[in-house]
């Protein structure tokens, strides 16, 4: 079971669901502690349980760069056929992220953003009425399944691009698109654009 440090503490939880999504994907970790932030690893001594590591890795900004260029299979600029986010399903807050940034901007024509939730976050969205005109929006709501297992994309041959390290290691393999990885921001601008684009920071 590894024990991370030194990460950053998380903006919120989603940001902690969606490592540990990526890493039980890509790198088949059921569990981890992150020192400082969960809240059983308060200390580096606490997270080992008083053992020492088996192990010690460093890893880099250029690591982590590294492994960011490898979720995406494409470049920038790539024409695109959809966005897909939310895998794991997106939150309250993930939504709430989200509906202003598209108040913002609007999708290219054709190409739709699929966002996976979970139905009772869904059930709360209409009955507050914060979806209408949402399929205006480009907006596509999947409930109880996820895009890289159902081929709900209305275009299988074209690149998608996505903010979900777990939906770009998947869908490759199981369902045939080529991948783009970015931040939820980056996947707005890239659907109004119709093409891999980075927000700068």
């Given at each position: ?31 981890f ?6 809240p059983?690893?308060p200390t ?5 349980g008083?053992?020492r590591?088996?192990?010690a ?9 590294g ?13 695109i ?5 939310g ?12 509906l202003?940034l ?7 024509r ?18 507050g ?9 480009g ?13 709900l ?7 998608v ?25 980056d996947?707005v ?11 700068r920071?």
């Amino acid at each position: 079971m590894p024990v991370i440090e030194g990460l950053p503490h998380p903006r919120d939880e989603d940001q902690l669901k969606a490592l540990g999504a990526a890493a039980a994907s890509s790198g088949s970790v059921a569990l981890f502690h992150a020192v400082g932030i969960t809240p059983e690893a308060p200390t580096r001594t606490d997270a080992f349980g008083g053992q020492r590591p088996d192990e010690a890795i460093a890893i880099t900004p250029d690591d982590v760069a590294g492994a960011l260029r490898r979720l995406s299979t494409v470049p920038d600029g790539t024409p695109i056929t959809a966005v897909c986010l939310g895998t794991p399903h997106f939150s309250g807050d993930e939504w709430n992220r989200l509906l202003p940034l598209l108040d913002q901007v609007a999708p290219a024509r054709g190409i739709p953003i699929y966002v996976n939730t979970g139905r009772d976050t869904l059930r709360e969205l209409e009955a507050g009425g914060r979806l209408d005109g949402g399929l205006a929006r480009g907006l596509v709501v999947v409930t109880d399944t996820c895009t890289y297992l159902t081929p709900l994309q209305r275009r299988l041959d074209g690149v998608v691009m996505t903010n979900s390290g777990k939906w770009a290691h998947y869908a490759p393999g199981n369902i045939g698109v080529q991948g783009a990885f970015g931040e939820l921001d980056d996947c707005v601008a890239s659907a109004a654009a119709g093409r891999v684009v980075r927000v700068r920071r």
